[in-house]
């Protein structure tokens, strides 16, 4: 599989804003992050972590912890 961004997110407002990008990288999930001002630091995900941060994070939206069935949990769902 080709090399690509799978998810980034940078905070708005500084020359240095903190931000988030998952990529995967020579068949690897490769995490980079950075706060404010901060350095740059990176690591890669074996696949059964990454199984786990992929569950953890389906439930991690506050609107599924309280029982909303009006909001999505899925991508294709909004």
């Keep these: 599989m080709k090399d690509r961004n799978i998810f980034a997110h940078t905070a ?8 988030l990008s998952i990529n995967r990288r020579n068949e690897q999930i490769v ?9 740059t630091a990176e690591m890669m995900l074996p696949d059964n972590k990454l199984d786990e941060l992929i569950y953890a994070l ?5 609107a599924n912890l309280f ?8 991508l294709r769902d909004r």
């Design 58 to 62: 389906r439930g991690a939206r506050p």
């Design 12 to 19: 708005p407002g500084s020359n240095f804003p903190e931000y």
């Design 31 to 39: 995490v980079t992050v950075r706060t404010t001002n901060g350095p």
């Design 67 to 74: 029982g909303s069935a009006s909001s999505p949990t899925r």
